[in-house]
């Protein structure tokens, strides 16, 4: 292709068209040096040429328009797509040769330059080009710079035409195995089983007592078998839905980028959310203090949500408070958060008591910047071990880690030996 359009007062010209120039100027002081009239001819020729460039490019029609169509609109991570350009000369006049520069970001295409044949007067051009989902968000894809050149390069004429059209991109997904106790079917109809309620007639579940359950709950038949104080939570007939908490807070997560535990643990809630929808039930994500009583929502809707999600400050304690009293819902509670300290956890077990299902996912966001230690380790290990101790199922990703290996780490029962929290 012709080099780049130069600015200023030879602004028209390309890199080829000053290196016209240049050597005009040479063969003409040769002329003059040498006493050699070819020369002076040549150096006349080549000005001659570049003068035709000019008008060729002046006198064409630059009255375009530009249709731009994404396909699709909505790419899952890695997945591919085609942003397709349809280019009308509404003049009446043929236009120059045409070089099309989208613009798009580097991440998501190797190249959107392509060249057209000049367009006679009505006339139209479709040209596409390639695009690929490798990192999450909401990405705008114009608007469309057309350079406008001679045949022989030496003159280009720049046009910006056209809108934006928008392209998300969806966060990373894992396939995860079945088996992960989280109720409902494997149908998309909505037709799990009923939720757990705090209280009621019909039994659904069986758990071991912890400080602080309501004594009135105390399941003595179970009780006396197992020789420990166990609690039941009952049924209601209502669909069940899921409760995913996403920590998002900035000062917690560490590395950058795409390897950042920030961008692991939305892909972690990304990839839950998809899974769980499967299995026909609804999801409220949850990731700061709620105004509202939230809305549960298929993987769609949340999948939108979490492809531009970002760190910010949040007040976990007072969300967790918030989730302990049942506003974002009940069945069952999905945590995906870096690894809490001593009064978090404490907060979390008690926000999990009125769910018949826990579930962490403890992302390790001190591997994911490169500074893992023996200490962070051990506290890693004895969260976990904490939270298994109370009846939660537990895994730990740290950088590096496939996710769908780590849901698989779930399908272990947890212990329900008593705990001090």
């Keep these: 292709m012709p080099g780049r359009p130069r600015r200023g007062p030879l602004g028209l010209l390309t890199d080829r068209g000053l290196g016209m120039v240049v050597t005009a100027v040479l063969l003409w002081v040769a002329a003059r040096s040498f006493g050699v009239a070819e020369l002076q001819m040549a150096a006349v020729g080549v000005l001659t040429l570049l003068i035709l460039a000019v008008l060729f490019v002046m006198v064409a029609s630059a009255r375009l328009r530009v249709d731009r169509l994404v396909r699709p609109g909505r790419l899952f991570h890695d997945g591919q797509g085609e942003v397709e350009l349809t280019v009308a000369n509404v003049g009446r006049l043929p236009t120059a040769t045409l070089e099309l520069r989208d613009r798009v970001p580097a991440i998501l295409t190797s190249g959107s330059a392509v060249v057209a044949a000049p367009l006679r007067g009505g006339g139209r051009s479709s040209v596409r080009y390639p695009v690929r989902g490798l990192q999450r968000g909401r990405f705008a894809v114009g608007p469309l710079t057309v350079s406008m050149r001679d045949p022989f390069g030496l003159v280009s004429r720049e046009r910006v035409v056209g809108d934006t059209a928008p392209l998300t991109v969806y966060p990373p997904i894992w396939r995860l195995p079945d088996g992960v106790p989280i109720g409902g079917t494997t149908s998309m109809g909505g037709g799990g089983r009923p939720r757990p309620m705090p209280s009621g007639e019909d039994l659904a579940n069986v758990r071991e007592y912890v400080r602080g359950d309501d004594l009135r709950t105390v399941h003595w038949a179970s009780t006396a078998h197992r020789g420990k104080l166990m609690v039941r939570t009952a049924e209601s007939p209502q669909d069940p839905r899921v409760v995913l908490l996403l920590d998002i807070r900035a000062d917690r997560h560490q590395g950058r980028g795409p390897t950042s535990s920030f961008e692991t643990a939305v892909s972690a809630a990304a990839s839950i959310t998809y899974h769980v929808s499967a299995r026909g039930r609804q999801v409220v994500l949850v990731d700061r203090p709620l105004r509202s009583a939230p809305l549960g929502f298929g993987w769609q809707e949340w999948l939108e949500r979490l492809a531009d999600a970002a760190p910010a400050d949040v007040d976990l304690p007072t969300l967790l408070q918030q989730v302990g009293q049942g506003t974002a819902g009940d069945g069952t509670l999905i945590a995906v958060l870096t690894v809490p300290g001593a ?42 071990a904490a939270l298994q101790a109370v009846g939660w199922r537990v895994t730990v990703v740290s950088a590096g880690d496939r996710f769908d290996d780590c849901w698989q780490e779930l399908l272990r029962r947890p212990r329900l030996a008593g705990v001090r929290t």
Excluded: K, N
């Design 343 to 384: 009064a978090e956890l404490r907060m979390l077990v008690r926000s999990g008591r009125g769910f018949s299902t826990r579930i962490a996912v403890l992302v390790d966001a001190d591997s994911h910047a490169g500074r893992p230690s023996p200490e962070a380790a051990a506290r890693t290990h004895a969260t976990a």
